[in-house]
């Protein structure tokens, strides 16, 4: 088990007070071992720093002094130069040769990679080729293990950083790529309107990667469902076989080949998982999937809301010319005037309400009835409505009023639909020109008749109806608000006078 983790002493020199002069003298002890040059003078790191445009009067006792607080850190290691020593102060002066460490070597390398990204948003991309260099690496692996006479340990190192490099480049280009499409800064440009030149790109690489991840990824699924623990067992031991035939000075202990097998069980664990998941949790390779599918959806959202906000600014256009058409074949400004109340309504009010149950009339306008006076109060915080103490008013005398005003009305409805009908019998094409309510009422009949098969209906008046259409002739109702062209009917009264 891994115990707490120690100070990073090595990355002392990224913050130090210094820290401009402590990473250029090692950015060139970095750039010297990519070179294959290990151990480097003082004298040459010295020009190297007079070179740069900030440290033309740089001075060796402050190179010699920040070397030594690298060597502290653990950054350089120092190594006595004998081979130039050519009296006796000369040796005493103990000149070293510099050589950078391991930590520093991955440091640098890491901070180089950092500076060569492009702002603040991820990379990544979603390289298909990738899953199918990754399956050919398996089923080589698989072919392998089933050999009678299995090859050399080198042949499966080389097969086992093939599995470890395109594993890792598919899975962190694909989070950084994921990560981009989901920063806020992408989300933005997509709502923009110069996303719409991108979308086609976009969907259509989209598509393609995960056509061809459902081609290759359910192999590989299916090959490390195959190739469990045991049977890979035999090829961590010539992993194993190789790192020992490696010459080191050091002698390898016990400890060291277990953490060997740890290491290629762990990548193997990690492997598996993302591909096929473990017990109570889904593979990454799904959830990869399913944020791909939802990319594509989000993105067709949004192209479909910029798609119908130019459609609907492009219609009203069109609308608006039809209009200007409209109001320059006016003959007169009262033309202009109609034309206007038509299109845009009246100019003055804003909204028209009624209280409700303002009548029991089901039959009259919102015209017809008064108007309400609606008090407006101050928008202030400090108005308060005025409140009297009141008493309980009894409103018997007011019901009875309009209770009796209700019942005068309806009979005198119903003695007007009386009159209509003769011997029992009213037709729509004989009747003169009839109020509104009739109207109403005649259409509000024959709509409850056509839903009923025997065309039998009870009216509110207590008698009842049968409605004959006669589809063959046609008749046009006459109304003080207006005329209706519609088939003839013939109303028969069945009873209740």
């Known amino acids: ?37 290990d151990f480097i003078s003082p004298e040459e790191v010295l020009d190297y720093l007079r070179s740069l445009p900030h440290y033309e009067r740089y001075e060796e006792e402050q190179l010699l002094v920040q070397l030594a607080q690298l060597v502290k850190w653990k950054n350089l290691n120092a190594r006595q130069d004998m081979t130039n020593a050519k009296t006796i102060e000369e040796y005493k002066k103990k000149r070293f040769r510099y050589q950078s460490t391991p930590y520093t070597i991955e440091i640098e390398r890491m901070v180089a ?8 948003s991820f990379g990544g991309s979603l390289e298909k080729s990738q899953f199918d260099r990754l399956l050919e690496s398996m089923n080589k692996l698989e072919h392998e293990l089933k050999k009678d006479l299995p090859e050399s340990p080198e042949t499966y190192m080389l097969l086992w950083e093939d599995l470890l490099q395109y594993f890792q480049t598919i899975r962190t280009n694909t989070a950084d790529y994921i990560a981009y499409i989901n920063s806020e800064q992408t989300d933005q440009r997509m709502q923009s309107e110069a996303f719409l030149v991108y979308k086609n790109q976009f969907t259509t690489y989209l598509r393609d ?29 010539k992993l194993a076989d190789y790192r020992r035939q490696i010459p080191r000075l050091e002698e390898i202990s016990e400890e060291t080949v277990l953490d060997w097998y740890q290491e290629f069980y762990d990548f193997w664990r990690v492997m598996r998982s993302w591909f096929i998941g473990s017990e109570g949790q889904s593979s990454e390779l799904e959830m990869l999937q399913l944020q791909t599918n939802e990319m594509i959806r989000r993105i067709t959202r949004y192209v479909q809301r910029m798609s119908e906000r130019h459609h609907s600014h492009h219609s009203r256009k069109k609308d608006y010319l039809h209009l ?34 303002t009548t029991e009339n089901i039959h009259s306008d919102i015209w017809e009835e008064e108007p309400i006076i609606l008090p407006i109060k101050p928008r202030i915080r400090s108005f308060k409505d005025k409140t009297k103490p009141g008493a309980m008013v009894s409103n018997d005398e007011k019901k009875k009023a309009l209770m009796q005003k209700h019942l005068a009305e309806r009979a005198e409805e ?9 011997d029992q019998k009213m037709t729509v094409s004989e009747l003169g020109v009839v109020k ?4 109403k009422v005649i259409l509000g009949w024959i709509g409850k008749a056509m839903s009923s098969k025997s065309r039998v209906i009870k009216t509110d008046y207590g008698f009842t109806v049968k409605v004959h259409v006669h589809r063959d002739r046609m008749t046009i109702m006459h109304a003080e608000d207006g005329v209706l062209k519609m088939p003839d009917v013939t109303l028969e009264m069945k009873g209740g006078l």
Do not use: C, W
């Open 414 to 422: 119903r003695t007007m639909i009386e009159t209509l009908f003769t």
């Open 113 to 120: 990679t950092l500076e060569k990204k492009s702002g603040e």
């Open 436 to 439: 509104p309510f009739v109207r």
């Open 209 to 237: 990667f995960i056509v061809s991840l459902q081609k290759t990824s359910f192999q590989i699924s299916d090959q490390l469902e195959r190739m469990d623990q045991q049977l890979v067992a035999p090829f961590f031991d």
């Open 1 to 37: 088990m891994q115990g707490p983790m120690k100070k990073l002493i090595e990355a002392s020199y990224l913050t130090a007070e210094n820290a401009p002069e402590y990473r250029t003298i090692l950015r060139y002890f970095y750039m010297q071992h990519e070179r294959m040059r």
């Open 324 to 357: 200007a058409e409209l109001f320059s074949g006016s003959h007169s400004m009262e033309d202009a005037h109609q034309l206007s109340a038509v299109v845009f309504g009246s100019m003055t009010i804003r909204h028209l309400k009624i209280e409700e149950d």
